[in-house]
């Protein structure tokens, strides 16, 4: 069974940097590679949305609020998903979530890692 768990919150400035790592947590498991992952959030009063997914194939893809900032890769060998986040502003503060979802359909969230940008 996967167990999705993120590391790599934290308090950050305006214009610092981050990076969030989302790993298997559980004792057994699918390798990452056969699930498409991606990085959601959700900041105070908001709906969650996708920040960044990559697929099987490693093709990547962004909100365009994190374009040029954010770069998601994947270890599917140490079943490991990163999110590089640079240039952080204000607007980025949200609890972030690990999501995987199964070539066939099913999905598993992480618990989620906390992001603020402030000063």
């Known amino acids: 069974q996967v167990q999705l768990v993120e590391s790599g919150g934290g308090l950050v400035q305006p214009g610092g940097s981050l990076r969030l790592s989302c790993a298997n947590s559980?004792?057994?498991?699918?390798?990452?590679?056969?699930?498409?992952m991606g990085w959601y959030r959700q900041g105070p009063g908001k709906q969650r949305e996708l920040v960044a997914d990559i697929t099987t194939a490693d093709t990547t893809n962004y909100a365009d609020s994190v374009k040029g900032r954010f770069t998601i890769s994947r270890d599917n060998g140490n079943n490991t998903m990163y999110l590089e986040m640079n240039s952080l502003q204000p607007e980025d503060t949200a609890v972030y979530y690990c999501?995987?979802?199964?070539?066939?359909?099913?999905?598993?969230w992480g618990q989620g890692t906390q992001v603020t940008v402030s000063s």
């Open positions: 559980g004792s057994s498991g699918s390798s990452f590679a056969v699930y498409r």
């Open positions: 999501n995987a979802r199964h070539i066939f359909g099913f999905e598993i």
